[in-house]
C-alpha cells in the first residue's frame, strides 16, 4: 500500500461520519473540530475526545456529528478554516492543538460556544475575562507546557551531568516559543549550561537543525512544545537515536515512539475534559458559566530502551521519580 493511501485511509477512518445517516438527523447538534496538526499523529486523543462525548451521551454518528478542519501544522490555514466551521452554524467549536487555533475561532466568531487546549494563559491572550469566570462565549483548559521547560531542562541536566553544550529545538511559528527560551536560558545560565537555539517549521527544517545541533557539539537537546513538533515526534525520536543525542521532550507520547524521556502535562486528559465540556454545552450550559480549568496532570516518562541505546545508566533518583519506565 502506498503511503499516500495508508494516510487517507488513516484520516478517512477518523473524520468520516455517514452521510445518510447525517441525512436522516438533521436535527442533530453539529461540532466543529479545529486542531492545529493532523487527523493521522493525533487519532488516539481523537478517540479519548469522542469517548469523553459519548460518556456525556453524545455519540458520533447517531445523535451528533463532527466536521473536523486538520491545519497540517500550518497555522496560516487556521483563520480560514475557523471561519469556515463558523460559517456552517456549528453548535460548538472544539480548538485544540495550541494557542493558534483558539485564537483563530475566537477571531471567527463572538457567538458559538468555544472550547479550547492552550498552553498559555488564556486571560493574557484574551481569550476569556478570568478563569472562574470566563465571560464572552470561549472557556476550556489551560495546561502548562510552556513554563515547564526549566524543570525539563533541569532533568535532562540530572541524566546527563556532564553536558555542558545543549540544544533547544523550537518552531519560531509558534508563540510559545519565545517564552520557552526565555525560560530555558535563564535555568541554563544559572546552571553554566550553554544553550545552543534552533528552529525548525518543516520536516526538512528538523533535519536541518539536528546536522546545526551536531556540527555545534551539543550533547543533548531539549524539544520546545508546539503542535508541529508533536506530530513530527516520530522523525524527532529517530533523529536524536541515530545521532545519539539525548533528549528531553515534552509529552509521553515521544517517549512511546523511542524518545528518552518526557516530563509535561497528559494531553490525553486534556482531551478528556474538552470532552466533557463540550458535552455540557450541548447541554445548554454556556460556556461563561464554566470556569477554565488548569490541568495538574503531570507525566514523567522514560524509555529504557532508548536509555541503554545511548548507553545512558539512569540516576536511581531519576528513576525512582518516574511515573512510567518503557522497557
Do not use: C
Amino acid at each position: 500500500m502506498r503511503r499516500r493511501d495508508f494516510i487517507k485511509g488513516i484520516v478517512g477512518a477518523t473524520t468520516a461520519w455517514p452521510l445518510t445517516a447525517l441525512a436522516q438527523q438533521s436535527k442533530n447538534p453539529l461540532i466543529g473540530y479545529l486542531n492545529a496538526g493532523s487527523a493521522a499523529t493525533t487519532a488516539h486523543l481523537l478517540t479519548v475526545f469522542r469517548q469523553s462525548l459519548a460518556e456525556a451521551g453524545y455519540v458520533e454518528g447517531r445523535n451528533v456529528a463532527i466536521e473536523y478542519r486538520f491545519a497540517e501544522g500550518r497555522y496560516d490555514r487556521l483563520p480560514a478554516m475557523a471561519s469556515e466551521l463558523a460559517r456552517r452554524e456549528v453548535a460548538v467549536i472544539v480548538a485544540t492543538g495550541g494557542t493558534a487555533p483558539a485564537l483563530a475561532a475566537k477571531a471567527a466568531t463572538a457567538a458559538i460556544p468555544i472550547v479550547f487546549g492552550v498552553t498559555e494563559d488564556p486571560v493574557a491572550l484574551g481569550l476569556v475575562v478570568s478563569f472562574a469566570r470566563p465571560g464572552g462565549n470561549a472557556t476550556g483548559i489551560n495546561f502548562p507546557l510552556a513554563e515547564l521547560a526549566a524543570k525539563q531542562l533541569g532533568l535532562l541536566h540530572e541524566l546527563v551531568p556532564a553536558a555542558r553544550r545543549i540544544g533547544l529545538l523550537v518552531n519560531p511559528k509558534n508563540s510559545p516559543s519565545e517564552a520557552v527560551t526565555k525560560d530555558v536560558m535563564v535555568a541554563a545560565s544559572a546552571a553554566g549550561i550553554e544553550i545552543s537555539v534552533v528552529e525548525a517549521d518543516s520536516s526538512r527544517a528538523i533535519e536541518t537543525a539536528f546536522a546545526t545541533l551536531v556540527h555545534n557539539r551539543a550533547e543533548a537537546l531539549l524539544i520546545g512544545t508546539d503542535p508541529f513538533l508533536f506530530n513530527r515526534r516520530v522523525q524527532l525520536a529517530t533523529l536524536a537515536a541515530r545521532h545519539a543525542i539525548p533528549a528531553a521532550f515534552t509529552a509521553r507520547e515521544f517517549p512511546e515512539v523511542g524518545g528518552l524521556m518526557s516530563y509535561g502535562t497528559s494531553i490525553t486528559e486534556v482531551f478528556r475534559q474538552v470532552g466533557a465540556y463540550v458535552g455540557r454545552i450541548l447541554k445548554g450550559v454556556k460556556p461563561a458559566d464554566l470556569p477554565v480549568l488548569r490541568s495538574a496532570t503531570f507525566e514523567f516518562v522514560i524509555n529504557m530502551s532508548t536509555a541503554n541505546a545511548l548507553g545512558l545508566e539512569i540516576p536511581p533518583t531519576l528513576l525512582s521519580r518516574a511515573d512510567e519506565v518503557i522497557e
